[in-house]
């Protein structure tokens, strides 16, 4: 189908985008809930799961369903971090002479594999309200309450004056 995916209803929702009330009752909803990490993930993919999913659960987004595409992030964001201290440790570039005798820097691949390991890691990052502009097109649980909380205030205010 040709433009943009559908978003879901729940993410228009969030969005207080009147779409949501035309979209058809029967979309699949997700489970909500904190997915477990699974097992035989390395140590830094672990490190970055146990920091990530309280955040993003505290946001208020999870679904169990969401397990997967967590795995892809967190294993893709161990690779982009090893790819990042060799760079780190050996540069950019390194030396090869051609067959004249001269010295030609050539980039590392490790600079391409972080590079496009980035660009993967911001588009689930976008996904998953990972990013100050995804944020800002969500509206999650705790920040209608507080825009309840705002109203009353308000409304307060006006009856005082």
């Not at 729940?10 to 009147?18: D, Q, T, Y």
């Not at 920091?51 to 987004?61: C, E, N, S, T, V």
């Not at 969500?138 to 920040?143: D, E, F, G, I, R």
Request: glycine share 6%; with cysteine.
């Amino acid at each position: 189908m040709p433009g943009p995916p559908r978003l879901p209803t729940a993410i228009l929702k969030a969005r207080g985008s009147w779409l949501a009330a035309k979209r058809s009752p029967t979309e699949p909803r997700a489970e909500l809930g904190r997915p477990r990490c699974p097992p035989g993930l390395d140590p830094i993919a672990k490190r970055a799961w146990s920091k990530l999913i309280p955040r993003l659960d505290a946001m208020g987004i999870l679904a169990l369903i969401d397990e997967q595409a967590l795995v892809r992030y967190v294993q893709m964001w161990a690779r982009w971090r090893e790819a990042d201290r060799v760079l780190a440790k050996h540069g950019l570039t390194y030396d090869v002479e051609d067959c004249d005798g001269n010295v030609i820097p050539k980039a590392r691949p490790e600079a391409a594999i972080s590079t496009a390991l980035a660009m993967q890691l911001l588009k689930l990052e976008r996904e998953f309200g990972m990013t100050p502009a995804a944020r800002a097109r969500l509206a999650t649980p705790a920040s209608a309450k507080e825009q309840d909380g705002s109203q009353e205030d308000q409304a307060r205010k006006f009856m005082l004056a």
